[in-house]
């Protein structure tokens, strides 16, 4: 009947959190197994770990469930950030620092690996992978 119903609600940050953040953008991977959601950092934030970062997340689809997988540290204030269509590369904007910043996504654990960042001249607001037209 296209009625929504919550199954499950968890916090992007760390437990131990305190202060305040904002999320700004959120993406499954292609075959459906991690998420992600981009944590901006805010005043008095006390744990670094989730102050500019990305919370990744296992989905149980049997489950219907989430797993935090991790934080996984981000250029300043990661706005937008876009998963490749064959689920294996990540690419953040961090709009406070002029920085694009290339990851691989393990695809057994979901953990992001840093791979390459690139000082742009502009201020990175949106990141969009087109998939191949070949």
């Known amino acids: 009947?296209?009625?929504?119903?919550?199954?499950?609600?968890?916090?992007?940050?760390?437990?131990?959190?305190?202060?305040?953040?904002?999320?700004?953008?959120?993406?499954?991977?292609?075959?459906?197994?991690?998420?992600?959601?981009?944590?901006?950092?805010?005043?008095?934030?006390?744990?670094?770990?989730?102050?500019?970062?990305?919370?990744?997340?296992?989905?149980?689809?049997?489950?219907?469930?989430?797993?935090k997988i991790g934080h996984f540290p981000m250029p300043q204030r990661p706005r937008s950030f876009s998963i490749s269509p064959d689920g294996q590369y990540l690419i953040s904007a961090g709009q406070s620092d002029k920085t694009l910043s290339l990851y691989r996504i393990n695809s057994d654990s979901g953990q992001l690996e840093a791979m390459a960042s690139h000082v742009l001249e502009g201020t990175p607001n949106w990141v969009l992978i087109e998939p191949s037209s070949r």
Do not use: C, M, W
């Open 1 to 67: 009947d296209g009625q929504l119903q919550l199954l499950e609600s968890l916090s992007t940050l760390p437990e131990d959190f305190e202060g305040s953040s904002t999320a700004a953008d959120i993406h499954v991977t292609p075959d459906g197994n991690f998420v992600y959601v981009s944590n901006r950092g805010g005043k008095g934030a006390t744990s670094a770990v989730a102050v500019d970062s990305l919370a990744g997340f296992r989905l149980d689809p049997k489950e219907r469930s989430l797993k």
